[in-house]
C-alpha cells in the first residue's frame, strides 16, 4: 500500500494570484498540484456512489419504504464523515500497533511527514471509501430493520469494523505495515478491503434480523419485486461512474498509471453485464433486468482488487465470471437468507472472487501458489473478522434495542412507523408481494 | 476576490500535437493548463447542481406542477446563460463605477489582461454560479406562479439583481473593487452573494405572489406533502456532488488550496445532515427525511462562505449549526410564507449564517468584532438589495402579467393550464393535499 | 483529425511514490500525466451520458417498457464495450486500407507510436463515443422492437457501421487519413461521427421495424405520452453535463483549447432550449416541455462538430437554429416514421445541421463554399452509408428472428414479455395511449 502514497513535502505550493508569473515552479510541484485535483475529483466521483447506491437500494425494494432506505443512505455518509474523522481514520490508517489497529490521527491530529493539505485529500478520499463500506450493509437488511438500530450498526462499521480490517490490509499512512499487506495480499482499491467487508457485514445483519414477512412460505423463498426498476437502473450508471474514481483515484496519482485501471473498470463492467444477462438467459429463458443490473455491479466489485494487476483481456474474464457467479449467488443464498437487494452476492461473494482473481491474474506472475494463498488468506480474514464482529454487534444492539419493527409495521411499511413520512403520498400503490 | 484570479498573460500555451516534444513546456504552462481543466470541471460540477435543484424542487412539491418546476429550472440555465452572458457577466465583473456596478465586459468584448481562453473559463464558471441564484427561486415560489411571469423575473435576477449584488462583494475581474469587497467583506464561494441572494429574492417572490391553495386553513400552515421523496433525496445528492466544485473550484487554480475546502465541504454538508436528523427527532419525535435533506443542503450553504477560511472542526460546528437552525427556521417561516420546499431557510437564513461563521470562525483572527461587523454589513446589504429589488420587480410583473395562476387552474395543476402536459399521464394521482 | 492526438511517446512518465521527490520530473512529463487526467475524466462524463440517454429513453416512453428500454441502454455499453475491443476499434483507428476501413489494433494489439497507457486512455474515450451512437438507435426503435434483434443489431452498428464511417472521418491512429478526412471535413466532436451516424441507422430501424400500435388513426399521427416527465429531464441534464465531455475531451489534452469548447458547449444547449421554447410556444400556444427538452439535446448536437470552431456567438446561433430545426423536423417526421423519442430529428437531422453549421461559421474563413462543400459531402456520405446499410441490416435480421414482437404482446408491454418484469409492480397504470 505505501506505493500508493506520495510523499508531499514541499509546501511551497501555495499559488496565489499575482505571484504566479514571478515563481518559479518546479515540475514537482505541479506533478503534486495535479495529484491533489485528480485525488480530489476522484474523491467526489466516490462520493457521488452514495447517490447510486440509494437509487439502487430504493428501486429495489418496496415504495413503504423508501423513505427509510434514503435515510439509512444519506446518514451512512451524514453521520459516517464525522465517525470517520474522529475515530475511524485513526484506527485505519494511524500508527499501526503490531499492524493489528492503528493507534493516533484521530480528527487528524497526526499527519506524518505528509503536508496538512495532502492529509486533508487523502482524508477525504478514505472518508467515502468508508461510508462505501458502510451503505452496503443498508440494502441487505432493507425494510424490516429499525433506524435506530441500523444507524448505530452503521456508526460501529465505519469507526471501527471497516477500519481495522483496512489497517491490516493497506497499513499505517505514518509508521509501520498491516499485517496482511506485510504478507504480500493485493488488494488495488477494495475488492476485499471494502467490498467484502461491507457484504460480509450484511450478510450478519441479515440472519440477524431475518427474513421480511411473507418471504418465505412454507420455506421456499418469495420473490419481493422492487418498486422501480428505472431509478435501480440509474443507481448502476451512477456506481459505474463513481467506480472510476474509485479504482483509478486509489492511485492518489494523477499519471499514466490511471489508464489500464479505468480501462479495466469499463470493460469488467460490461463483461458482468454481458455474463449476468447471458446466464439468466440460459436459466431463465429471458434475459432478467434486475440480474443484469447487478451483474455490472458484479463485475466492478470483480474488478477492484485487480485493476492495476490484470491485463484487460483478464479484466474481462473476471468481470464475466462475476456476472455469472452473482446469478447463482443470489439463487443458492436466497433459499437460506433474505438479502433485499442481493448486496452479499454482489459485494462479498463478487468480492472474494475479485481478490481471488487479482492472484490468479497477476500481470507477470500468474497462478502463482504462493500469491494465491496470501489472498485466501486475505478473503477468509475479512470473513471471519466481519462476519463476526458483525453478528455480535447485530446480536448486541438487538439485547438493547429491537433490531427489526414488528410484522404488523412492517406491513405497513417503515416509512409511516419511523419517519411519519410517504415517498410518493399521491400515487395509489399495492402491496408489493409478488 | 482579487486573489482568487490567476493572470494568464502567457498565451503560449497552445499546446497541440506533433510541436508538443519540439516546444519547451515551463512548469508555468503547465500549471495554467491544469488551472483550466480544474476550474473547467469544477464549473461542470456547479452545472450538474441544476439537475439537483430540478429533481429536489420536483420531488417536494406535487406531481401536477412537475413539468412546470422542470421547464422553470430548464430555462433558469437556459435562457439564463444568455442573459448572464450578454448583460449580467459585464455588469458584474465589468470595470466597476465606483464599487457599485460594472460598466463593460458585455458578451466578452473586454478581456483586461487576461488570454481569451481564460476568459471563457471564467466566463463559464460563473455563469453557472448565476444559474445557481435563479433557480433557488423557482422552488419557493413553485406551484402557483405563471411560467412566463416566472421567466421574466429569472432573467431579471441573472442579468441584473444577482450581478450587481456580486460586484459589490467580489469586485470587477479587470478594474476596481466592489464597496463590500474594499471593507474586506469575507464570503469565499457565496453564502451571501449567490444563495442568500437567491434565497431573499425566494422570500420576496413567495410574499408577493401568496401561498398556495390550501396551505392555511384558518390562518394554520397545512403540510403540503412531495410528490417524491426518492427524486428529491437524489437532487441532495447531486447537489451535494457539484457543492464540491462550487466551493473548491472558485479558487480557479488547481492547487493544494482545494484540499481544505472539499474536505470542509464534505464535513459540513454530513453534519448539517446530522444536526437537522438530531433536531427533527427530538421535537416531532421522529427523524424526518425532508427535514434531514434540507438539513444537507443548510449544512452545505453554512460552509461556503467559509470553506477557505475555517478550520474542518469548525466546519464541523457550521454545517450542525446550520441543519439545526433550516429546521426552526422552516418551522418559524411556515407560520407566515408559503415556500414549497424550504429555499428562504435553506439559502437565505443559512446563507446569513455562512457568512457571519466565516467571521466568527475566521483561522487566525477568531471572533474578531471588526470582521464580524463586516460581515454583518454585508449580510444586510444583500437582504435590503435583493428583498427589496426582488419585492418591486415581483410587483411590477404582477401589474403587467398576473404573477399566479387563478385558484382554479392552480387546483388542476399547472403542468395542465400552463404545458398542456402532464408529467405521469399513466398513474393514478390523489389531490395531494394531506 | 491528426491535430486532436499527442504523441505521447516518453515512458518514463511512471511516477510512484518515494521516487517522485529524487526524479527529474520535466514540464512535459506532467503535462503528458494533465493529458491522462484530462482525457479519462472526460471520458467519465461521456459514459455518463448513457444514464442520460436511459432516462431520457425511459421517460419519453411508456412504463410498460421501461426494463426493456433499460437493458438495452445497459447492453449497448455492455455488450458494446466488449465489441469495440475486439472489432470496432481496429476498425474505426486502426491502419487504414485506402482511407476506407481500418485493418489492425483489434483489442489494442497494435498501439503505432502510442505508449500502451495512452492507448488505453485513448480507446476508452473512443469506446464510450461508439457506445453513444448504439445508443440512440434504441429511442428511435423503442416500445416494440424484440430485445434480442436489437442487441444483434447493437453490436453491429458499434463493431462495423460507427467505426467504417469513423474511419473516413477521422482517419487512422497510426497510419493514414481517412477519405473524408483526406478532403478537410470539420467534425470535431462527432454532429456527424456520432450523433447523425446514430440518428440515420435509427431512422432505418424505425422504417423497418414500422410503427407502434396505436400511433396511427387513419394515417394520423396520435401522441404516446412519455410516462415520466421527471426522469426524461434528468437525463437531459445529464446528456449536457456529459457533452462538456464529449466536447472538450475530444481534444484529449488538458490545454487552453478547452476552454472555448466548454463555453460553446454550455450556450449553444441554452440557445437550443431557448430557441425549441419559444418556437413551441409560438406553434401550440404553450411552451412545450418535451420540445423544450429535445431543444437542449438539438443545441448540443448542433455545436458538437464546430465546438473548437466557432466564436460564441456563432455557438448561440448554431444552437438557436437547432432547437427551432429539432421542433419543426419532429412533427415532419411523424406524419411517416414513428420515432418514439425523437432521436432522428435531435440526432440525425440537427447532426446535419451541426456540420453545416460548422463550415458555415468556421473562425476565419466563414461561408467558404469548398468548406461549405465539404461539409455537405460529409454530411452526404454520412446518410448514404448509415441509412443504407442500416436498412439493410435491419431487413436481415427481420428475416432471421422477427424483428419485433407481435401485436398484442406489443399491447401488454415489452418487459412482460421479454422479460418476464414489471418497471413499478406496486403502481397502478393506465394504457398511456391519448
Not at 499575482?18 to 480530489?40: E, G, K, M, P, R
Request: hydrophobic letters at 55%; one cysteine or more; charged letters at 10%.
Amino acid at each position: 500500500m505505501k506505493l500508493r502514497y506520495k510523499l508531499l513535502l514541499c509546501s511551497l505550493a501555495v499559488l496565489f494570484a499575482d505571484s504566479v508569473q514571478a515563481q518559479d515552479l518546479t515540475a514537482d510541484t505541479v506533478q503534486d498540484n495535479l495529484n491533489y485535483v485528480w485525488t480530489i475529483l476522484a474523491a467526489c466521483l466516490v462520493f457521488f456512489m452514495q447517490a447510486g447506491f440509494a437509487m439502487v437500494e430504493v428501486g429495489f425494494t418496496r415504495a413503504k419504504n423508501a423513505v427509510n432506505i434514503i435515510m439509512k443512505n444519506m446518514m451512512d455518509v451524514g453521520a459516517g464523515s464525522l465517525a470517520f474523522y474522529f475515530v475511524g481514520f485513526g484506527i485505519m490508517f494511524g500508527t499501526t500497533a503490531g499492524g493489528w489497529i492503528g493507534t493516533d490521527g484521530f480528527a487528524l491530529s497526526t499527519i506524518g511527514d505528509y503536508s496538512i493539505e495532502w492529509s486533508y485529500t487523502f482524508f477525504f478520499f478514505q472518508a467515502v471509501f468508508a461510508a462505501t463500506a458502510a451503505t452496503i450493509v443498508s440494502g441487505a437488511v432493507a425494510e424490516r430493520t429499525a433506524f435506530n438500530a441500523y444507524l448505530i450498526f452503521s456508526i460501529i462499521i465505519t469507526a471501527v469494523i471497516y477500519p481495522v480490517f483496512g489497517s491490516w490490509a493497506w497499513g499505517s499512512l505514518f509508521n509501520g505495515s498491516g499485517w496482511l499487506e506485510g504478507l504480500g495480499f493485493i488488494d488495488f482499491a477494495g475488492s476485499t478491503v471494502v467490498h467484502s467487508v461491507g457484504g460480509w457485514a450484511a450478510l450478519a445483519g441479515a440472519i440477524v434480523v431475518g427474513p421480511r414477512v411473507g418471504k418465505y412460505v412454507d420455506g421456499k423463498p418469495q420473490t419481493i419485486k422492487g418498486h422501480s426498476i428505472p431509478l435501480a437502473a440509474l443507481g448502476v450508471f451512477i456506481l459505474w461512474l463513481g467506480w472510476f474514481g474509485f479504482n483509478a483515484g486509489s492511485t492518489t496519482t494523477g499519471d499514466t498509471s490511471i489508464a489500464l485501471i479505468a480501462l479495466n473498470t469499463f470493460l469488467a463492467a460490461g463483461a458482468g453485464a454481458s455474463g449476468a444477462m447471458i446466464i439468466s438467459w440460459f436459466s431463465t429463458g429471458k434475459p432478467d433486468g434486475a440480474v443484469t443490473l447487478n451483474g455490472v455491479l458484479a463485475g466492478l466489485v470483480g474488478i477492484t482488487a485487480g485493476c492495476a494487476n490484470l491485463t484487460p483481456g483478464f479484466a474481462i474474464i473476471a468481470g464475466l465470471v462475476a456476472g455469472i457467479l452473482v446469478h447463482y449467488s443470489m439463487i443458492l443464498l436466497e433459499k437460506k437468507v433474505d438479502d433485499a437487494v442481493g448486496a452479499v452476492s454482489v459485494h462479498g461473494v463478487c468480492g472474494a472472487w475479485g481478490t481471488l482473481a487479482a492472484g490468479l491474474f497477476n500481470t507477470g506472475d500468474m497462478f502463482n501458489p504462493s500469491i494465491i494463498g496470501v489472498q485466501l488468506i486475505g478473503i477468509a480474514a475479512a470473513f471471519l473478522w466481519t462476519f463476526g464482529v458483525s453478528y455480535l454487534v447485530f446480536k448486541l444492539i438487538d439485547l438493547v434495542i429491537p433490531l427489526r419493527v414488528n410484522g404488523h409495521l412492517e406491513e405497513m411499511g417503515l416509512d409511516l412507523h419511523e419517519h411519519d413520512a410517504e415517498a410518493y403520498p399521491e400515487f395509489s400503490t399495492a402491496a408489493g408481494i409478488a
